[in-house]
């Protein structure tokens, strides 16, 4: 079915002011640069102003307002973004103000709450076996509570949990089951990243993906040519963004080898190389390893899954 959107959530969904939307939901990516200027963590060349006006200087696009942001930076499509928008709690503007002395105010981060789960997870599970995801995997995430559905504005999500070494959930990312939509939950701390932790305790090699998607299309595509996908760690970073993997490794000591298995797209191999700079500096062995086919391990996972069909129907 075709999803639509009202012209009054259009309306409500463009009002919605960058600075307002990044304070609260993605406080961690802003860097304040000078009294009315900020930059990103994950994209230093886009540079955010308190008026409301954003330019991504390396790509050439820029903009007013959340909407055209989640759309062109995040690359949701027109109706996902505005209902992102539109499902938000209650934004209060932040106004453009004159230049003040003394530093700038410090933003207090909103308290981390988890979306209320359904009472199953059935939308959600089918969604993801047609993304090529095992029913092994998704079951062991959904016993370990990492994954789980909700639903909210009448759309059904999947929702992957990240969690600190106590087992105690610190963030949350969510994902439609229809369409492009995707969000962080408020007040998510983007150092606890959603992973799948090996087997053993031993294991000294993490898989670092960008999306939770593709770390389940990494354990997968282990599980789908005989290896053992419980042997290595799957790690998912929510972006283009080293504070997760950092925490993990601070976590498990264990581990020496990485391998960045990231988009096969110019910003995932700058990226990949970025993260080889930084993580060999520290002594460990790194490898970039991306997808061999598609842009990203779950456009490679669906192309193994075809090929292999493919073999079975010539023999």
Known sequence: MRQRVTEEQIRLAKSVDLISYMKQYEPQELIRTGPH????????SLCISDNGLWHWFSHGVGGRGALNYLIQVKGMDFVSAVRHLCELEHLTPV?????QSGPPPQHERRPFTLPVPDKNAETALQYLKRRGIDSKILKYCIDQGILYQTTRGGYKNCVFVGRDTEGQPRSACVRGCQGTFRGECAGSEKQYGFCI???NETADIVEVYEAPIDALSGATLQL???HDWRSVHHISLGGLNYVALDQYLKDHPKIKKLRLRLDN???GRDFALRLQERYEAQGYTVKSVPPRRGKDYNDYLLAC?????SIGRSR
């Open 197 to 199: 932790p090996a087997g």
């Open 95 to 99: 106004p453009f103000q004159q230049s």
């Open 305 to 309: 899954h075809a090929n292999l069909q």
């Open 224 to 226: 789908l040519y005989g």
């Open 265 to 267: 797209d110019e910003r």
């Open 37 to 44: 200027d900020y930059k990103t963590t994950t994209h230093s």
